[in-house]
């Protein structure tokens, strides 16, 4: 947690919410001092994706009602709060990637990615008392290189069960940036999340001062 005075641009009576454990967003907002609360949202993930799919929608749409579900479901127990959702989807070649839910399935899931370029698709969205005032989604594109089998054996025994908290099976920000050979896109949208898009909207609200 951010101290609340820390946050000296911050002009909102509460400190923001955000409503994930992932770390790559806790830092990215620890970079900017504003204050913040973590209080991860406890969503059905799956079953979400698995609706948004049967109903057509892609990469994009399903990162972003899952980070929309996240931040209005949080909000409603944090009155008056700004509270901040996100959620990140990898595809590549029609087919999409959250996280692995075994270092097994992380494993199959980067033997595929090796010397394919794929992208994430990384939602933010902005609620407060249950309603959604702004989202949006950014994308990234990153071009894995081709690697061994006693290179990817080697990163899943270092980084252990890290492979399965992120889409992609990767944290680029730590060992995973051995992974690449090209990366075209911001920091912040690679990690999941879009902070400048985040910080425009919450001056807007009065939140940050302009």
Known sequence: MSSHRDGVLWLHPQPLILASKSKGRRAALEQTRLPFLICPAEIDERAVEAEVVAAGGDADAVAARLARDKASAVSLARPGALTLGADQVASCEERRFGKPATTAAASEQLRFLSGRAHRLHSAV??????????????????????????????????????????????????????????????????????????????????????
């Not at 950014?138 to 492979?163: N, P, Q, W």
């Not at 995973?176 to 896109?185: A, S």
């Open 125 to 210: 969205a902005l609620a407060r008392d249950g309603e959604v005032i702004f989202e949006t989604v950014a994308c990234a594109e990153l071009t894995m290189r081709s690697f061994s089998d006693d290179f990817l054996a080697r990163y899943l025994e270092i980084i252990g069960e890290e492979a399965t908290a992120s889409a992609g099976a990767y944290q680029i920000e730590g060992l995973g940036v051995h992974l690449f050979e090209r990366i075209v896109g911001d920091h912040w949208t690679i990690i999941g999340m879009p902070l400048l898009p985040v910080l425009d909207a919450l001056r807007r609200e009065g939140a940050l001062l302009s």
